[in-house]
């Protein structure tokens, strides 16, 4: 069974940064394609990033792109959310996910921040954005 673990959340100020890490046990991340999602309290879940490191494709949403950036580290199977000037309402549970690599890349981009999209997922990492 797939397993991902997040860490790295926390409390920051607002404008400060946060670096938040998706471990992968029992598979390579390589196959895979990588997610970021988000929930906020009272909210629904949104997708916030995504990375496909077989082609080097990574997505954002609108509301992030400048401040977050995605990547991912062979060497440690992780891949690693950098989050730069937070504001409040990036606050929630912050959760990985992974889906298989689809067929072509204008699915991929099509279902990057997909939820539905996704079959396994994260416990979440708590970010909270405050002064």
């Known amino acids: 069974q797939l397993q991902l673990v997040e860490s790295g959340g926390g409390l920051v100020q607002p404008g400060g940064s946060l670096r938040l890490s998706c471990a992968a046990s029992r598979f390579t991340l390589g196959n895979y394609v990588i997610g970021w999602f988000r929930q906020a309290p009272g909210k629904e879940r949104e997708g916030v990033s995504c990375?496909?490191?077989?082609?080097?494709?990574?997505g954002y949403v609108d509301s992030v792109k400048g401040r977050f950036t995605i990547s991912r580290d062979n060497a440690k199977n992780t891949v690693v959310l950098q989050m730069n000037s937070l504001k409040p309402e990036d606050t929630g549970v912050y959760y990985c996910a992974a889906q298989k690599r689809p067929p072509n890349i204008l699915l991929l981009v099509n279902l990057c921040v997909e939820i539905g999209a996704y079959n396994y997922w994260g416990q979440g990492t708590q970010v909270t954005v405050s002064s």
């Open positions: 990375i496909d490191s077989s082609n080097g494709y990574t």
